[in-house]
Nanobody
Framework: QVHLVESGGGLVQPGGSLELSCTAS?????MGWYRQAPGKQRELVAL???????TIGDSVKGRFTISRDNAKNTVILQMNSLKPEDTAVYYC?????????WGQGTQVTVSS
């Protein structure tokens, strides 16, 4: 079992920035973020493997970046130029072999 602990999130104005952090209880292959807005399916935001390969969702390319500290089992999502449509619950995601793990979710609200 892997536990994922998230921090960050909150309320920000359009055009602002926020940082989300997620720390895993052990080393895992892939870590990253998904998000789910009300009435919508959960979608990929960004993932990064322990080897450094990144996957960024189309809707956030050019605005969000993901970084990872393997020594600390931590992944950080830097969100810039935030838009109201980025409002969602953001879930940390971890994968180890065939196992998938989720954090409890953190709310991000972009509103003036």
């Amino acid at each position: 079992q892997v536990h994922l602990v998230e921090s960050g999130g909150g309320l920000v104005q359009p055009g602002g920035s926020l940082e989300l952090s997620c720390t895993a209880s052990r080393s895992i292959f892939s870590m990253g973020w998904y998000r789910q807005a009300p009435g919508k399916q959960r979608e990929l935001v960004a993932l990064k493997t322990s080897g450094g390969n990144s996957t960024i969702g189309d809707s956030v390319k050019g605005r969000f970046t993901i970084s990872r500290d393997n020594a600390k089992n931590t992944v950080i999502l830097q969100m810039n130029s935030l838009k109201p449509e980025d409002t969602a619950v953001y879930y940390c995601n971890g994968r180890f072999g065939a196992a998938v793990f989720w954090g409890q979710g953190t709310q991000v609200t972009v509103s003036s």
